[in-house]
C-alpha cells in the first residue's frame, strides 16, 4: 500500500476502487447520452462514433493531468485546490472553485427540472416546481446520511442506466443479424461537408458529454488509498464511457438515417423502436428519470464537497466545514449548496445559464492543466501518479480549441458571473477577517 503524509481528514474514508469507478462512470455517462445521437447526427450524419472517439482522447488529457494533481494533493476542493497551490493567489483559486460550484449547482438544479419533466409526467402528472424542489431536498437527505449509502445508491442507478444502453446496442444487433439496419450509414458524412471538419465540429458537442469525471476530485478524501486506486478508477471509467457511446453511435447509425435520427426528441427511443425488438416504450422514460436522479445525485455530492473543501482553505466561511458528528458528511455545506439549487429550479429558463456551465467548465480544465506544470516543481513526500508532460500541453490546446467554439452571449455570460463571484469572494475575506478578530470566534 502507498504510504501518504498528510494531515488527518475529517471524513470519512469509504470509496474503494468499484464504488469510485461506478461514480465517474455514472456521472459521465449521465442523463445527456440519451439525447445525444440527434444532435450528433445532423453535424456529421452516420459518422457518430468518430466525434465519440475524439471526445474520449480529449477528455483523457485532461483527465492525465487530475490523476497527477489528486494523487499528489489528495484533498476535497479539486481545482480551487490546484490552483491555490500553482498561483498562490486566492482570488484565482476562489474564482476557479467558483466555476465549479456554480456548474455544479446550476447543473443540479436543471437536472431536478428535468426529472419533474416529461419523463415524471409519462407515469404521474405533477407541477414541475415543487416536485423538482422536493426531489432536492431527498437528494440531500440522501447526501447527509453518508457518503457509502450515497455511493451504493449510485452504483445501483448506473447499473440501470448502464442497462439502457446496453439494451440499444443488442437490439440493434438482433437487427442486423435478422438482415435489417444498414451498416454502410457507419461511414456516411452530410453531403457537401468536409468528413474532418464535420468531426471536429461533432467533437465539440460529443465532448460535453464526457464532462463529469472532474467532480471525482472532490471526493478523493473519502477514497482509501487515493494514489492507487483513483488513476485506475478515473481512466476505466473514461474508457468504459467511451466504448459505450462509441457501441450506441454504431448503433444508431445502422438503425436509423441520420435525417430521421436528427428529428427525434427521443433518438435512442427511436433506434429501439426500429429495431422491432418488443421493449415497452415506458423502461426508456424510467430508465432516463433514473438517469437524471443519478447525475443530481452525483452533481450534489460533488458540491457539497467542494464547499467543505474551500471552506477548509479560507476561500469560503468556515462554517461550511461543519460535519456531523456521527455521519462525518459536510451538512451545512450540503444545505447550503441544496438551497441555492433550489433557488435555481425557481428561474425555469436554465438554458443560457446550461450553456454557460459549459464554458465555466472549460476555465477549470485550463487550470488543472496549468497547474500540473506549474506544479512540477513542488515535491511531495509521497508516492503519487506522473503524467507524461506532453499530455497537459496537448489537453490546453485542446482547451484553447473548445473555448474558440463558444458564442459571444454565452462569453457575455460567464463573465457576467465571474463578476459575480468576485463580489462574493471580497465580501468573503471581509466577513473571515472579523471572525478571525474575535478571540472567542469559532474554528
Known sequence: ??????????????????????????????????????????????????????????????????????????????????????????????????????????????????????????????????????????????????????????????????????????????????????????????????????????????????????????????????????????????????????????ASSIALPADELSRSSGPLLAVVEASGVAIPSWVFSLIALIAVANGALLTMIMASRLAYGMSEQGLLPRVLSRVLRRRRTPWVAIVATTLVAMLLTLVGDLTLLAETVVLLLLFVFLSANVSV?????DRTDHDHFRVWTIVPVLAIASCIVLLSQQSPTVWLFGAILLAVGVVLFVLARVGLRRDESRPDSPR
Open 1 to 250: 500500500m502507498t504510504t501518504e503524509t498528510r494531515r488527518p481528514s475529517t471524513l470519512k474514508r469509504g470509496i474503494g476502487g468499484p464504488l469510485l469507478f461506478a461514480f465517474i462512470l455514472g456521472d459521465v455517462l449521465g442523463a445527456g447520452v440519451y439525447a445525444l445521437m440527434g444532435v450528433l447526427a445532423e453535424r456529421v450524419g452516420g459518422v457518430l462514433w468518430a466525434p465519440l472517439l475524439v471526445a474520449l482522447l480529449l477528455a483523457l488529457l485532461t483527465a492525465g493531468s487530475y490523476a497527477e494533481l489528486v494523487t499528489k494533493y489528495p484533498r476535497a476542493g479539486g481545482a480551487a485546490v490546484f490552483a491555490e497551490r500553482a498561483f498562490k493567489n486566492r482570488l484565482v483559486s476562489f474564482l476557479v472553485g467558483f466555476c465549479m460550484l456554480a456548474a455544479g449547482v446550476t447543473s443540479a438544479a436543471g437536472l431536478s427540472i428535468a426529472f419533474a419533466g416529461e419523463y415524471l409526467r409519462t407515469f404521474l402528472p405533477l407541477p414541475v416546481a415543487p416536485v423538482a424542489i422536493v426531489f432536492l431536498a431527498a437528494v440531500a437527505a440522501l447526501n447527509a446520511r453518508g457518503i457509502r449509502e450515497s455511493m451504493g445508491a449510485n452504483f445501483v442507478m448506473t447499473a440501470i442506466e448502464v442497462s439502457g444502453l446496453v439494451i440499444v446496442v443488442v437490439v440493434v444487433g438482433v437487427l442486423v443479424v435478422g438482415g435489417g439496419g444498414d451498416v454502410s450509414r457507419v461511414g456516411q458524412t452530410p453531403e457537401g461537408t468536409n468528413a474532418a471538419t464535420a468531426v471536429l465540429a461533432g467533437a465539440v458537442i460529443a465532448y460535453y458529454s464526457f464532462v463529469g469525471f472532474e467532480t471525482s476530485a472532490n471526493m478523493v478524501e473519502e477514497v482509501k488509498d487515493p494514489s492507487r486506486v483513483y488513476p485506475r478508477a478515473l481512466f476505466a471509467a473514461l474508457v468504459t464511457a467511451g466504448v459505450v457511446y462509441v457501441l450506441v453511435g454504431l
Open 373 to 377: 506544470l506549474v506544479l512540477r516543481r
